[in-house]
C-alpha cells in the first residue's frame, strides 16, 4: 500500500491546498471530520427546506388572492407581491451559491463537502415552477447533508420522498388507474400514471441503468409510488385518494395489500439493500474520487464494504481511502466547473465576508454567468442523471476559454492585494507545482496574469 500523501488527499478527496489549513494527516482524520461537528453548516449557513417553504405559502396565498378577486386592484396587488416573493427567492439563490463556494473554501472537512456534493448530484433535483424552482440548496441542505455518514437507505427514503423530488418528477400528478380520484374522474378522463420517479429510483438512484429489472418493475413501482405528495404548509403528505389499490409486485416482491407510506418505505429498503445498488453505487464512488476508469478491485471493495456493512456509507468511505488505487500520485479527474472555482478560492484564501454585500448582478456576472459558460449552469443538471464525470464532456474549446477568462479576470476583483505569483504556486498546487508552473509565474507581465495561469495549469485543473 501507498504511504498516505496529505497533499493528495486534499487535491484528491477535497477541494484542495489552502494557506489556512493544514492538509489531513491520514484517513482516519479524514472519517473523524465526518462525524464530527458541522462548523462550515453554522459558519455559512443556507435556508433549511423547512423555512424555504414559507416563502411557499405567501406565494401560494397571494395567488388564491389573485384568483378570486380578479381585474381588481386587488389582484394586482398580489401579482406584484408574488413577484417580489419570486426575486427574493430568486436572489437567495445566489447568496446560496456564494454560502456553497465558501464552505468549500474554509471548511476542514473537505472530504465532507466532497460527499454532500456527490450525494446532491447523484439524487439530482429541482423544481419546475415558481418558487420551488429556487429549492435545490435547501433541498440538499435538509434531504442530503444530514444523512451522507450514515445508511443510504435513510439517504434515499429521505432524498426520494422530498417535495423538490416529488415535484422534479412530476410525481405529485401520478395517479393509480384504479385508484378512488381516478374512479371519480370517470372512463372520460382518464388517470395519468406518471413512471418518472420510479424509472430514476431504479435506474440512477439504485440498481443503475444496467440493473435487473425489467418495464413491468417500473410500472408497478409506479403505482406503489401513487399517493407520495406535497403541501407547502406542511411538506410531504400522502394522499390516499391518489394512491393504486391492492399490492405491486417489485422484482418479485409483493408490496402494500393497503396503500400506505410505509409499503413505499419498505421497497426503498429493499432496493437500498440489492446487490445491483451495492455494485452501482460502488461503481459512482470510484469513478468521481479516483479515476474514470477505476481499479476493478477498488469497485469489488467498495461492494463488499457496503453488503457487509449493510449499506452503511461510513465503511464504503473508509474502504476509498485506505485503497492503494486511491493513491496513485498522478491527478487525472478533470474538475467540474464549480469545483475548480471552489478550489481556487480556497488557494486564494478568499475571505469568509467576501460576498457579504454582494448583489445578484454581481454574483451573476462574476460567478453564475461564467459557470454557465463554462458548462455547469447553477442548480440546473440537463438531466436527472446529474453532471458527467466524463472528462472530454468538460475539457471543450469554450469550456476552456470560459475557465481561462476568468482566471485571469475574477481573482484580481475578490483579493487584494493578490498575492505573489511565485509563492502562490507552490501554495496551491505543493509538490504538483513543476518547473513549468513555476516559470510561468515568474514570467507572466502581470499579476492577475500570473495567477491565472497557476489555476488554468494542468495540475491545478485535475485531482
Do not use: C
Request: charged share 25%; no cysteine.
Amino acid at each position: 500500500m501507498r504511504d498516505f500523501d496529505p497533499e493528495l488527499a486534499e487535491i484528491r478527496f477535497g477541494y484542495g491546498l489552502s494557506p489556512l489549513y493544514d492538509a489531513p494527516t491520514g484517513a482516519d482524520q479524514i472519517l473523524a471530520g465526518m462525524a464530527g461537528p458541522d462548523t462550515v453548516q453554522t459558519a455559512f449557513p443556507i435556508e433549511s427546506f423547512a423555512k424555504f417553504r414559507a416563502r411557499m405559502v405567501e406565494a401560494q396565498k397571494q395567488r388564491e388572492i389573485r384568483r378570486k378577486n380578479r381585474g381588481t386592484e386587488l389582484a394586482a396587488a398580489a401579482r406584484k407581491q408574488r413577484n417580489v416573493i419570486n426575486r427574493e427567492a430568486r436572489m437567495a439563490m445566489f447568496v446560496w451559491l456564494g454560502q456553497t463556494m465558501l464552505r468549500r473554501a474554509h471548511t476542514q472537512t473537505a472530504f465532507r463537502e466532497r460527499v454532500v456534493s456527490f450525494w446532491a448530484d447523484h439524487f439530482t433535483a429541482h423544481g419546475k415552477r415558481g418558487v420551488i424552482r429556487r429549492g435545490t440548496s435547501p433541498y440538499v441542505e435538509d434531504a442530503i447533508r444530514p444523512f451522507v455518514a450514515g445508511r443510504f437507505e435513510d439517504l434515499l427514503q429521505s432524498a426520494v420522498m422530498h417535495p423538490l423530488m416529488l415535484d422534479y418528477l412530476d410525481q405529485t400528478t401520478s395517479m393509480g388507474p384504479n385508484s378512488f380520484r381516478a374512479e371519480k374522474r370517470g372512463p372520460n378522463k382518464p388517470a395519468g400514471l406518471n413512471e418518472n420517479l420510479a424509472r430514476e429510483v431504479l435506474e440512477l438512484h439504485t440498481l443503475g441503468v444496467d440493473g435487473p429489472y425489467g418495464q413491468q418493475d417500473v410500472t408497478e413501482l409506479a403505482e406503489l409510488f401513487t399517493g407520495l405528495s406535497f403541501d407547502a404548509r406542511n411538506g410531504f403528505k400522502f394522499r390516499k385518494d391518489f394512491a393504486e389499490p391492492g399490492s405491486e409486485r417489485v422484482l418479485g416482491v409483493d408490496y402494500g395489500e393497503e396503500a400506505n407510506v410505509k409499503s413505499v418505505r419498505v421497497a426503498l429498503r429493499d432496493l437500498a439493500s440489492h446487490p445491483a445498488t451495492a455494485r452501482h453505487l460502488a461503481s459512482k464512488l470510484a469513478v468521481h474520487f479516483v479515476s474514470d476508469t477505476p481499479d476493478p478491485k477498488l469497485i469489488d471493495a467498495l461492494e463488499a464494504a457496503y453488503v457487509d456493512h449493510d449499506g452503511q456509507l461510513l465503511p464504503m468511505y473508509e474502504v476509498l481511502l485506505n485503497h492503494p488505487s486511491a493513491w496513485e500520485p498522478t491527478v487525472s479527474n478533470f474538475k467540474l466547473p464549480i469545483d475548480f472555482m471552489s478550489s481556487a478560492l480556497r488557494a486564494l484564501a478568499i475571505p469568509k465576508d467576501a460576498f457579504a454585500k454582494r448583489e445578484e448582478k454581481w454574483m451573476r456576472r462574476f460567478f453564475a454567468a461564467p459557470l454557465t459558460h463554462m458548462g455547469q449552469q447553477w442548480e440546473r443538471p440537463i438531466g436527472p442523471d446529474g453532471w458527467s464525470e466524463e472528462d472530454p464532456e468538460w475539457i471543450t474549446p469554450q469550456g476552456l476559454a470560459a475557465r481561462v477568462s476568468w482566471a485571469m479576470a475574477v481573482p484580481v476583483r475578490m483579493i487584494e492585494p493578490l498575492p505573489d505569483p511565485r509563492a502562490f504556486a507552490e501554495v496551491a498546487l505543493g509538490r504538483f507545482a513543476d518547473d513549468a508552473v513555476r516559470f510561468a509565474a515568474a514570467a507572466a507581465e502581470s499579476r492577475p496574469e500570473a495567477i491565472g495561469l497557476v489555476l488554468m495549469s494542468p495540475a491545478f485543473q485535475r485531482r
